[in-house]
């Protein structure tokens, strides 16, 4: 009888217990951590709802498995081959596909996948992956030369930066992907970061400044050279700012299309090989940036009539002349990561690390404000002949 008292008080418990289950809603918590998905209806970005009422694929596009790291000081992914031929295989329309990062399956931030091929206006206020996407002409990674099929670079421009997210960074950091040092290699180089830094500023019209700055000084053959270019309103107003096409050197670009000084954008970049001042770089040829055997589209130039400065910074919502194009604000700054140039005429080009020797780097607007720098290659053999990154933010 005792046992049998026994048995039944178990049956009871489990029962309430199975009761309680099912009263609270109670399931298993979703552990796999930081993940990319697409939309389950492939929503578009102009259109995207809420982060709550996103409905997610069933399955990720990029899980915790497939990254092999990620540098927050960038918000760069790099991943495995199995995910890049999943990426590369995508077929990304001109108006891209929207991606959420999740955590435990919950959207943490919403983004688009962009083609370096879309000639549409890249949206703003919102993380942008800029990838050598195989579109309809089924064009492969491999094929463009120029980036690195493994890495995915989370570029944002606009205010409330999403990236910084606390859990993201904290699933990361569990699985052992985060690396938050800039001095950090996963490869099997020794490449160091200079912690020199390398800046200078001249003012341009109306109160605008144009800055240019190196990460460095000094470098490696091979290691990697960030240059950033920002044009910002000083004022404490907002700044109205008209377009002037007045370019100091007319070789100022921004872009692969040979279009003019800056090809839609208000500012330009050239490196030169030598040492040059501001008052003698102009009789030294440019050092070509870019693959100009890669098949790149080149739309129009941005019907822009003036450019809306916010107080002290350096967002801006350029004015379009046309009604078909509407205005688009973003940050007036972009960055180019460099480690070497290319010769030759397609189909016969190649690309060559820095040498050993000083280069000059020359920054320009519109407006025609020149800023001139310097860096130095050294002779010893450390590091590798890295693909050349190009990003907006």
Known sequence: MKYLFSQITK???????GILVVLTGCTPQNHEGFAIYLTQDNISWDKMPALNQIKIANTPLIATSDIVSYTSSKHQLTITDDASSRISNLVVPMDGTSFVVCV???????????????????????????????NKAQLNPSEIGQIDPHILELDYSGNNDPRNNAEILKSLEQTGKLITSTTTSITSTTATTSTNSNSASSNS??????????DGTTYHPGQEISIVLDEKNTLSVPNNVPVSDNWSYSNLGLSPCDLGPGFGYPFGIVIFQGDYTSSNFSTATPLSLYDYSMPVPCPGPMPSTAYDFEPLSDNATAVSSSASVPNSTYA???????????????????????????????????????????FTVSQDTTGDNSATSFSFY
């Open 104 to 134: 435990n399956r919950k959207p943490i931030y919403w983004g688009v996948f962009w083609s370096l091929y879309s000639s549409a206006f890249t949206p703003t206020s919102c993380v942008i992956v800029s990838y050598p996407l195989s």
């Open 11 to 17: 049956l009871n418990l489990l029962f309430l217990i």
């Open 332 to 374: 007036i700054n972009t960055e180019l990561n460099e480690t070497g140039y290319w010769t030759g005429v397609s189909p016969d080009v190649s690309k060559h690390g820095f040498a050993h020797g000083v280069y000059t780097v020359v920054g320009g607007d519109e407006w025609g404000a020149l800023v001139v720098l310097h």
């Open 205 to 214: 019209i109306s109160g605008l400044s144009l800055s240019l700055s190196l």
